[in-house]
């Protein structure tokens, strides 16, 4: 790391960049030796609040009581949209990109603020108030954030799950919450292939008696089962509401959202954010990390179901009266311009896509993207996971054509927005380093037992203060939220990933130290899919470990224990694949099942996982020592039949 190759600062040619090197250390110097200043200062910049706050942070992390700007009075639906009409009235807001590139809509902000008031009022039609918890299960079309700044307007709690969830993940995530009312489509596209949210809809809702009403957006025109009492026609009802609701008066510790995500163990958390914290920090970020200037056209290729999609597709762009494209289709289809294309198509400015596309754009060969003209960028982002240099110089080199600098943004669920990333006018880049912290943000190295290191150094990854747009509890369950991010290492929210620190200061991830897979960007839980493979009757016990993947980062490798005498043959496997899809989604299909008499243990019965991922990574040379074992046997068979 340290001998990587520097990219110095770029000067751009339209404009001056918001934040240069010596701007950067002094705001960042502010941010963390006077904060309540600093964030003072920020929160009236970026935010038009009703109601002034009492304090600015009232923080305590060996509690895990985290507040922001309390007491202060704003809301998020209002900050998105009606401040902006005064003069961005006619400005387009939302840029959608079908499935097909044939398909686009332009939203207005007047169109978004009649949009949003309509779906508000017909929220309240079925009775939904302040702190109601509202299910959104959509594809990627403008009404999923019509939904989600409608929930924000009247004060309910929007809970967004990603389309390609099954209904079992559905259910799981509605029940936890106690949605009562689903905002869902007809159905999805992607690539071509439909999606049966309506369908899917309905298979959830079988087990979940509170569920009163749903709203169904008839998007594809597709065949759907109807069920009269329970399920409305928006399109229908959206024309008898009025294109004004009025905004709800939030506190800026009001909840905004909840957001299903994967950690080691047990079911997935509902991460909690709040309203005003929440709202400040993506704003902030949107501007200062994409140095967004009034009148680009900014593109975050994420789905609305993922943190990105919240905080990078609507919440951020919208707070700054931004012009934001939302892409309902996929990077290769129809071909593998597609991306390019549609930068060409609308004269985007700012492109934020995932590592797992660059790479697999990146397969395909240059051609694909050479052959459009990708003039309108400036610059390039990438989130999600830890980007290979060899990804990160094609991107800069071949897609941004050594104009655009990278922005590699670190960040979580959890923490709301970017923490750690390049500032373009600030940051000289190092690919494959998320590079500095962003303000206010205070990372710090720790050792296995818990000891601060100093200067260049490798170990886990943790935040020493907090920073506005942090979650503030694991929705019904705060000991979980404590538990999970605060019991480590007193004093400390513990992030669970790894990183380096070298001698400029810079920090480079090195992904995950505990049981959660990053595969596409998509994160899952170890246990959340050997709970699915244990369900197979024949299954007497599962492990799963990730393994490096070209394409998508990481791979799934699946270790299974049969039930006595039985043989592991290709129909099997296609149950445990078809049992995974129905419990969890097709994102979570293990790559490769390996048939196991037995599994590593110690004595104690404890799994050892290390030894598991030495063998899915095919480096069983570096296994180590295997003596603790209850059985040193069962390794060598693992490794004399893995799967390579
Ligand atoms: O391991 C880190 C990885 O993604 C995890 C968070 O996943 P999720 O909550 O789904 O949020 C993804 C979008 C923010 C982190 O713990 N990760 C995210 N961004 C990066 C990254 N790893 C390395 N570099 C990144 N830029």
Redesign the pocket.
Known sequence: MSDSKTYPIKQFSTHTPHIDEEKYLRMYQQSVQEPDKFWSRMAHEFIDWFEPWKTVKNVDYKNASIKWFEGGKLNVSYNCIDRHLKDKADHTAIIWEGDEPDQQRYISYQELHDEVCKMANALKSRGVKKGDRVCIYMPMIPEVGFAMLACARIGAVHSVVFGGFSPEALKSRILDSDCRVVITADAGVRGGKTVPLKANTDKALKDCPNVHSVFVVKHRLADIDWHAERDIDYNELKTEMEPECPVETMDAEDPLFILY?SGSTGKPKGVLHTSGGYLLHVAMTHKYIFDYHDGDIYWCT?DAG???GHSYIFYGPLANGATTLVFEGVPSYPTPSRFWQVVDKHKVNIFYTAPTAIRALMAVGDDAVKSTSRKSLRLLG??????NVEAWEWYYKVVGDERCPIV????????GG?L??PLPGATPLKPGS?TRPFFGVQPAILDQDGNELDGKASGYLVMKDSWPGQMRSVYGDHDRFFQTYFSQYSGYYF???GANRDEDGYYW?T??VDD?L?VS???MGTAEVENALDLHPLVAESAVVGYPHDIKGQGIYAFVIFKNGVEFNDEIKQQLIDIITEEIGPIAKPDKIQWAPDLPKTRSGKIMRRILRKIAENQVESIGDTSTLADPSVVQHLIDNRLH
């Open positions: 995500t994420a993922w943190i990105t990438s989130v999600g996971e830890p980007i590699d943004t670190w960040w979580q669920t959890e923490t970017i750690i990333s998320a992030t669970g990933d991830i992904g995950r959660v990053n960007g998509h994160r």
